[in-house]
């Protein structure tokens, strides 16, 4: 074998050996890792002005910000919360993968797209399903189940990432989104209250910090196990939705409905009208008055304002309560009375000798 061919079979052993080398290693070759890095990029929040949410093909939500700040336009344009807006705005911007699932997809996604005031999308999020975690050891052995521990989404890529936040506020619950409290009236404030049901009457008075009832039969008194909810009837008050504002009086049911007046220490006097089954909730309205109880000017014009505006936020509205809400407005003479107990004769104690 001459020389020339033994350097020529020399080069092409070690052109096959490296080619077998890189062969080997190239499937160990790492791309760079996309953990960490956002799931949105380059998303200015200053130029957010609208937000559509999108499940099984119907928008679910719709928020939008105006010079009056950020209304619910899917809930005929009820006022948003702008901190909850923040919150849930930054948990998307702040979204970081956790891992890139391979292979999968997103059936029946909820999209959430980050528009402009003028509606020109900016970023297009795709919400999957939760991801669920088996309860860790004794949790599990006392039926602890999984629980959500993360979420599958993907942008308009289509690459399927797995996070960390499960992103609750963007399946379109309006709590979410809104304070749903009412009003939070203080029940140790309330010095009177009258419950109207169909044509009876029925007047409470707070007497020495206690609820009394005048023309109580000598056999009769209070039951007070069922005078407790009076205190909480006003106080932290939420809605589960807003009424269509195109219904009117009579089709809300307020014509021949419930009314509730409660009047304060201070001369603020609160009547709430509770009407008809929508739904599984009632229609609600509530509406605040100030008759002066003092001469204190200064304060008087505070409580004034203070009832002002409570109108002007609150009393426009028809809310759907939850029914055992709306329960509690609705007290009969026949709710609060009880025959009286008698007191119970003493046994005869027999008398030692």
Known sequence: MTAKKVTTLVITAALLGGLAYWSSHRGRIK???????????SIDLS????????????????????????KIESLFNYPADITKIRANLLSLTDLKIGQVVR??????????????PEGKSLAILRLGERHLREAPGEMAMMGGGSFPDGRYVATEEETVYLVKETLDAFDGDI???????????PGSDIATAEFKVNNETLKL???????????????????????????????????????????????????????YVATLKNGERYQARVGNTIGTDRAFKVSASFEPSGTNALENATIKAKVDKFNADVAKWTYLIASSSADNFSKRRTDVVKAKEEPKPEKDEKKSE
């Open 47 to 70: 130029q957010v002005g609208r937000l559509e949410l999108t499940t099984n093909g119907k928008k679910s939500l719709i928020l939008k910000g105006t010079e009056a700040g950020w």
């Open 31 to 41: 791309t760079p890792s996309l953990t960490g890095k956002p799931v949105l990029k």
């Open 205 to 259: 008075e707070r007497k020495n910090g206690a609820w009394a009832l005048e023309g109580l039969g000598p056999k009769e008194e209070l039951d007070t196990s069922k005078l407790y909810s009076i205190d909480s009837t006003l106080g932290y008050l939420n809605f589960s939705s807003i009424a269509d504002p195109a219904l009117t009086e009579e089709q809300a049911g307020f014509t021949t409905g419930v009314v």
């Open 175 to 185: 709590k979410n989104w809104a304070d749903t409290q009412i009003c939070a009236v």
């Open 103 to 116: 292979e999968k997809k997103l059936e029946n996604a909820t999209l959430a797209d980050l528009q402009s």
